[in-house]
């Protein structure tokens, strides 16, 4: 019993992981239709320069504010050099330009800052609060509290503002939302920008647990398709739930299914992926539909 | 098909054919008058990039060796690629150093899969394959099918009894164990050791084993199923951040086992993980010398490792054990080409690595020595106990014996 | 058409004699570059002429080694003999995964092939007592590899076992191509790039489009499934580290260099997979001892071709298409 409530608490804090980085990757599907394929390796490049900024010296916080702001102001230019020129070509193109800009980031991680893991000092203790023989730390906690807020936060940002407004209208109908006035090019920027903001929180929220190197997060970046898709491709909360559900199904199946055991667990994020948009495709909380051809 | 795809692709083809040019001839493959030609193969960067550390050190003292004068008036020349620990690609690289670049012999390739991988060749070729940096008991045991190859390491497999040992005869209060292996000849080698060396204990004293397949991102959930299992006792049969990840989930969950670590995941650059205090006590063996243990701050092997690290590795950490571990081997190396002689055959080559009777290897722990014979080919078959305590192993006990 | 057969000719003539010149590694080097550009044939028939992505082409690869390697040391089939039956698993296996793929947009296709290749390694890792788990299989000298690992005699003339491996993968490969050639510009290709274009008016026009992209599936994979099994018999060696995500993306660099759907483009593709390391080493102060450079530079020339790729492709179609009408 205990281990059933300490694999679903370990499952959340993994979950929670996965969730922020299916976040980024539902925010560009959303207002673009593409998905990012590089956005697990672009978080990784965030957190390798956070990790950069504290091992000169900087202590976490002012180095977090500026990796945000880094990787920001990095996704906005990314959109304006690369995406833009194709933006208008066939999508396909665009998802074969974003495998390309995940292997050369992964190279470029590599190759700056070498293959070895890096123990990463994340801003959440991770000593041990036991509650009735269940362990977990305040990073556990941070981790899901954070990928929960960043949703509220998008959430609100979509609903209440007049830049949500703008990044919707540019998503759903770029022409008539040209005509009304709003700037299309600059509202597509900007979600790339956000989306690559939402991805340094994913790399720093993972680095502290998964130990920073090259290759951190693309194993994620399956489980966090595995979330997108369970969620619904669309739906941020969708995101965000998506991954804390995964988290725990991974761990319990893990745990529980003995020829599953602890090796298979991408296989069973693949079966998710498969079930759901064979069966699913909208997943729990999407309402499009996958558009069949 | 342009003029201009034509243009490419014939430059395509010169570039091929430029490179292709290579120089092959002399009796003995990889010796001139002036040089002896060395291969290996590891992970320079990938998962397991930790270990290769091993080549950087071997590379560093064959170049010190080179610049006083070399062996038996040849310098060693030491050509190591980059296989990122995928067996298929060391196949690639070993072809590429035989039938390439001539080399002379493969030295230290890293990795129990990628030397099973390419024994078959190296030994249909009668290409030495020695002192691989890989501890599965085959390297030294089937030497009547392969006897082109031999290790360096001390076999897993002894590795785990000597844990069992320790935790046998050490133990006031029954030991409950939980182990977590890494899903490959490495992790079940050291595993059946282990369970072996308990021997009718182990039904009952082990109560839970994990596997991890190293892909995977983390080994939270093995590390939370393992301390589930109420054991009192953590063997981590893990590699590189896998066993930082087992130290750290252990705290994370509260959990305060006695814990044992194998040798290859033991370096000092990985137990200075955080928090030290799930580090404080933990067991591990030893057989080369760690920089960073302070018995050995003043020892004149370590201020030689720190040394040619400083002049032919510089920028790699000198107190990198994986370093050390490599000079220990590429000394080894060293010893057995002289005693080949000056008249240098692959054939000599594997006389002296199976005579070697070498005691003064400064990069080795006191008392451990390199011994073989043509039917004994396990170089490192003695190891000692260490424990972690404040930030350092320290070793203790005698030195043990570890054949097989 | 009479261009295109001479140049072919000439390829041919190139093929057979560059070994001439070639030191031996640098022959099983091009041997293994045969491999990869069957792998790509294959991928170009179904991304670029039947518009179905496939970011896990590697899997199949992987099913054509497996099935070679399996059968040669379990049981005692010759190397040579499990180049067909690897060709007929995959294929099969292929013309199952287009049955659901049908079912999923090119977005969703691209993300759920994606897993498989991520998986891949874990599951045959898992299942070690079929496939040898983390430790491989070797083949190395096995009674079934032609010639031992030795060399081989044909037609009164001795051959170098790396000879003879680029002599085998290469007549293959040269097969491939022209059936590939044979078949895209024939009914079955135009019916694909009808479907591709536009599948309302392939429907409209009778063209049952299910079964043709199935039958793109099945195809791509038979050819990936020669390529892996030439790629066991090469290497003599498999595990499931032979065939990480980064092969199956590495194919597709390979498939989008050749222009995508260019089946003459495929060659520079195969060739930049085994050699961009060498060219990248070429540039002074990078140490291509490190993977890290040249896994940038994969990348970098992917994310270049796709932003000039738009006006390449525009010309490309226009020859291509030509081309094709002008084969009928």
């Known amino acids: ?293 | 098909m342009t003029t201009k795809h034509a243009a490419l692709a014939s430059a395509l083809i010169a570039l091929v054919v430029a490179s292709a040019a290579g120089a092959r001839t002399a009796s003995t493959p990889g010796v001139s008058a002036t040089t002896i030609t060395i291969g290996s193969s590891g992970p320079v960067t990938g998962e397991a990039a930790a270990a290769a550390g091993v080549l950087k050190g071997a590379d560093a003292y064959f170049k010190y060796v080179s610049s006083r004068g070399g062996v038996n008036g040849r310098k060693i020349d030491f050509k190591y690629l980059d296989d990122a620990y995928d067996p298929s690609k060391t196949v690639q690289n070993v072809r590429e150093l035989i039938q390439q670049d001539n080399v002379f012999a493969l030295f230290s390739v890293v990795g129990t899969n990628s030397n099973l991988a390419i024994r078959d060749f190296t030994n249909a070729a009668g290409v030495p394959q020695v002192f691989s940096a890989a501890g599965a008991t085959t390297f030294g045991r089937d030497y009547a099918k392969y006897p082109w190859t031999i290790g360096y390491l001390p076999p897993y497999a002894e590795e785990g009894k000597i844990y069992a040992r320790h935790i046998l005869t050490t133990d006031a209060k029954p030991a409950k164990i939980a182990v977590l292996y890494q899903s490959d000849d490495y992790g079940k080698d050291l595993l059946s050791g282990f369970r072996s060396g308990l021997g009718a204990q182990a039904r009952k004293l082990v109560v839970q084993t994990v596997g991890y397949d190293p892909t995977t991102s983390d080994v939270q959930s093995q590390v939370a199923q393992l301390k589930a299992s109420g054991a009192n006792t953590f063997m981590i049969f893990a590699f590189g951040k896998f066993a930082i990840q087992s130290f750290v989930y252990a705290n994370k969950l509260g959990w305060k086992p006695k814990i044992y670590v194998n040798d290859v995941a033991s370096a000092s650059s990985i137990m200075k993980l955080d928090p030290q205090s799930t580090a404080e006590g933990s067991i591990s063996i030893l057989w080369g010398k760690d920089p960073a243990t302070p018995k050995f701050a003043k020892d004149a092997g370590v201020a030689l490792a720190a040394k040619i690290v400083k002049k032919y590795a510089p920028g790699e950490n000198p107190s990198d054990g994986f370093i050390v571990a490599g000079m220990a081997e590429a000394f080894s190396l060293v010893d057995a080409l002289e005693a080949a002689g000056k008249n240098l055959t692959r054939a000599g080559l594997l006389k002296a690595v199976t005579h070697m009777n070498e005691v003064n290897n400064p990069f080795l722990a006191p008392g451990v020595k390199v011994h073989t014979t043509p039917t004994f080919r396990f170089p490192i078959s003695a190891v000692q106990l260490q424990r972690w305590h404040k930030g350092h192993w320290e070793p203790f006990g005698g030195v043990q014996s570890a054949k097989p | 058409m009479r261009f295109r057969a001479a140049l072919v000719g000439v390829a041919v003539v190139v093929l057979a004699l560059l070994p001439i010149p070639l030191s031996e590694f640098r022959t099983v080097q091009l041997a293994t570059v045969g491999a990869y550009f069957i792998a790509i044939l294959g991928l170009d028939v179904l991304t670029g002429h039947s518009g179905q992505i496939s970011l896990g082409h590697g899997a199949f690869m992987a099913v054509g080694a497996y099935t070679t390697a399996i059968l040669m040391s379990n049981h005692g089939v010759r190397d040579l003999w499990t180049i067909p039956i690897a060709a007929g698993v995959a294929g099969g296996i292929g013309l199952l995964a287009g049955i659901p793929a049908l079912r999923l947009s090119g977005l969703y296709l691209a993300l759920a092939t994606f897993g498989i290749a991520i998986a891949l390694p874990t599951v045959l890792k898992k299942f070690d007592h079929f496939t040898g788990g983390s430790t491989g299989i070797t083949l190395f000298g096995k009674p079934t590899q032609t010639g031992h690992g030795a060399g081989v005699k044909i037609l009164g003339k001795q051959l170098t076992n790396n000879e003879w491996l680029y002599a085998l993968t290469w007549t293959i490969g040269v097969a491939l191509f022209l059936l590939a050639w044979w078949l895209l510009s024939a009914r079955f290709g135009r019916s694909l790039r009808a479907v591709r274009d536009s599948e309302l008016a392939a429907a409209a026009s009778g063209v049952n489009r299910s079964a043709y992209k199935v039958a793109a599936f099945g195809v791509s994979a038979a050819y990936a499934g020669v390529a892996g099994s030439l790629l066991a018999i090469n290497v003599a060696y498999v595990s499931p580290d032979t065939f990480p995500i980064q092969l199956s993306l590495y194919l597709l660099v390979g498939a989008v260099v050749g222009f995508f759907g260019s089946i003459w483009g495929a060659i520079f593709g195969a060739l930049l997979i085994q050699f961009l390391a060498d060219i990248v080493g070429l540039i002074p102060h990078v140490d291509t001892k490190q993977g890290g450079p040249t896994t940038f530079f994969f990348g970098l020339v992917l994310v270049v071709l796709m932003l000039v790729l738009p006006v390449v492709l525009k010309v490309g179609s226009r020859v291509a298409n030509r081309g094709y009408s002008r084969a009928s």
């Open chain 1, 1 to 293: 019993m205990t281990n059933l409530l300490q694999q679903i608490v370990s499952g959340l804090a993994s979950g929670g992981i996965y969730g922020s980085l299916a976040l980024a990757i539902v925010l560009i599907h959303r207002s673009t239709g593409v998905v990012n394929f590089a956005q697990g390796e672009l978080a990784t490049l965030s957190a390798f320069i956070c990790w950069t900024l504290m091992d000169h010296g900087w202590a976490f916080w002012p180095a977090f504010g500026a990796t945000l702001a880094l990787s920001f102001l990095g996704g906005v230019a990314l959109q304006q050099t690369v995406i833009r020129p194709i933006q208008s070509g066939p999508l396909l193109g665009i998802v074969i330009l974003t495998i390309g800009l995940l292997i050369a980031v992964n190279g470029l991680d590599t190759w700056i800052w070498g293959g070895a893991a890096k123990q990463f000092k994340g801003p959440f203790s991770t000593s041990p609060i036991n509650v009735g023989g269940v362990a977990f730390s305040k990073q556990d906690i941070g981790v899901i509290v954070v990928s929960i807020l960043a949703v509220v936060l998008i959430g609100l940002l979509f609903a209440k503002t007049k830049l949500g407004l703008g990044l919707r209208a540019a998503a759903i109908n770029p022409v008539e939302a040209r005509l009304a006035g709003v700037r299309v090019g600059v509202m597509l920027a900007l979600g790339w920008g956000l989306a690559a903001a939402l991805g340094a929180v994913a790399g720093v929220l993972a680095a502290p647990s998964l130990f920073l190197e090259p290759n951190m997060m693309q194993t994620v970046l399956l489980y966090a398709f595995a979330a997108a898709v369970l969620g619904g491709m669309d739906s941020p909360v969708g995101a965000v739930v998506g991954g804390l559900v995964l988290g725990v199904l991974l761990n319990l199946v893990g745990t529980y299914v003995h020829w599953v055991g602890g090796e298979l667990r991408l296989a069973t994020a693949l079966a998710v992926i498969l079930g759901v948009l064979l069966v699913r495709p909208a997943g729990l909380f999407g309402r499009t539909a996958v558009r069949r051809v």
